[in-house]
């Protein structure tokens, strides 16, 4: 079991103070020596969030013409709470050659900080509203992992892994979500209700397979200077030979928001890496040729509508298109 707490937020003028608590019990059982089971359950708390666009609401005055102070925009949000609970089993086969881990988890997220409206009603009756940072009442993870990694006798330094996951990330209850763009005009709500929304940009499906091999060369540079005593002492070191291959697939997943007229999704992709090279034995000396992103994928990993004086935008993937290079390691 751990524990822990505290945390601050301040605005520059403002101060919030927050005593938390964080623990995790963590109990196991352990079946036999190749399978052990085990529970998980934790609390965490994320201190306040300051509002640094805390700004003065102030109403119109359609006949004096005036504005007049009508109060202040939060300065913070509420500090959020997390309960998480999970549950798993890890096994080994095959003499510890094929490893293997399932685990289920479940997260409820009270007060998850989040863009808020404040609404409020001008001297003339007309509605108006400012956004800020805030609150959803109440956000829920949940989903299933997995993983595999084989460790083959008959194939010495191969070691093959493979990961899954699905999971969903929804609001459980948020009323008085800011609205999408599509709902500016006249007359358009400035707020709506995502409870039982899913949140944007996470997909439901994730997967990650890859291979590592090694195999010792030996001193395969010894006879490079045919002088014995012109050899440099690295030169008559024992080398490794190794390779890595590795694919991380992520399914469809919507950018936009889930209640915005018009819908952006991004198509499920792959990122595909690849290296090969030497080292030393001791690992002071390593060279490698790797490339990244063979496949040459450019994912959109965020979304922006625009505005009236701001163009729709996307943001791409920080992977950056296919590229090649070599990685030279020496230590002293």
């Known amino acids: 079991m751990a524990a822990g707490a505290g945390g601050d937020a301040r605005t520059g003028l403002q101060r919030n103070d927050h005593d938390g608590v964080t623990a995790i019990i963590n109990p196991k059982y352990q079946l036999n020596k190749n399978t052990m ?20 609401i102030n109403e119109y005055n359609s006949t004096t013409k005036q504005y007049t102070f009508y109060g202040w925009s939060p300065y913070f949000s509420k500090p959020t709470t997390s309960w998480d609970y999970e549950g798993g089993v890890k096994t080994m086969s095959f003499n510890g050659q094929l490893v293997s ?10 007060n998850y900080q989040t863009n808020r409206v404040y609404n409020y009603y001008l001297s003339n009756g007309d509605l108006a ?3 800020y940072m805030g609150n959803a009442p109440h956000a829920r993870l949940y989903g299933v992992e997995l993983s595999e990694s084989l460790t083959p006798d008959f194939i010495p330094g191969l070691n093959i892994h493979a990961s899954g996951a699905w ?49 010792p060369v030996g001193a395969i540079f010894s006879n490079f200077l045919k002088s014995r ?19 991380a697939w992520w399914s469809r997943n919507r950018l936009t928001d889930p209640l915005a007229a018009h819908q952006f999704y991004q198509r499920s992709y792959s990122i595909l890496n690849a290296g090969i090279g030497l080292r030393t034995a001791d690992q002071n000396f390593s060279v490698t040729l790797w490339a990244k992103n063979l496949l040459d994928a450019r994912p959109w990993t965020g979304y922006s509508p625009g505005s009236a004086s701001s163009p729709e935008s996307v943001d791409l993937t920080q992977q950056g298109p296919r590229y090649f290079g070599a ?4 230590g002293f």
Do not use: C
């Open 37 to 56: 089971f085990y529970i998980l359950i934790g609390h965490g708390d994320k201190t306040v969030s300051a509002n640094g666009n805390s700004v003065p």
């Open 229 to 247: 005593q012109h050899r440099a002492a690295w030169l008559q070191r024992a080398f490794t030979a190794f390779g890595y291959i590795n694919e």
């Open 101 to 110: 881990n399932a685990n289920f988890y479940w997260n409820d997220l009270y």
């Open 167 to 215: 999971q969903q990330v929804r609001y459980v209850k948020y009323n008085g979500a800011p609205a999408p763009t599509s709902y500016a005009y006249s007359g358009g709500s400035s707020t709506v209700d995502e409870s039982g929304q899913s949140l944007p940009g996470i997909p439901s499906f994730t997967f990650n397979i890859g291979a590592n091999y090694e195999h």
């Open 327 to 330: 990685t030279m390691h020496m």
């Open 129 to 131: 509203n400012v956004s």
